[in-house]
């Protein structure tokens, strides 16, 4: 079976990636997938809300709440990294 090639729309696709992922490495920069029951999330949007890290209609945004979640992992990885 002959396999389709690839269309430059795709290998474009591919590379970008590529170098957003080499420039992250480079950058000292991970990332990680977690999976978190919806208490949890809940407990820490109320968190962010509570110290003005979000207001209650950016929490609703789930890009607001992936981000500022990243922003306090890192924050607290810092300090214990000292």
């Known amino acids: 079976?002959?396999?389709k090639p690839d269309t430059p729309k795709r290998i474009l696709t591919q590379r970008e990636r590529s170098r957003r992922w080499r420039m992250r490495r480079r950058n000292g920069v991970r990332v990680y997938r977690l999976a978190l029951r919806d208490m949890c999330v809940e407990g820490l949007i109320?968190?962010?809300i509570a110290h003005g890290r979000l207001t209650e209609e950016q929490a609703f945004d789930h890009g607001n709440v992936e981000r500022e979640l990243a922003r306090m992992l890192d924050e607290q990885g810092a300090r214990w990294s000292r």
Request: charged share 15%.
């Open 46 to 48: 109320t968190q962010m």
């Open 1 to 3: 079976m002959l396999r």
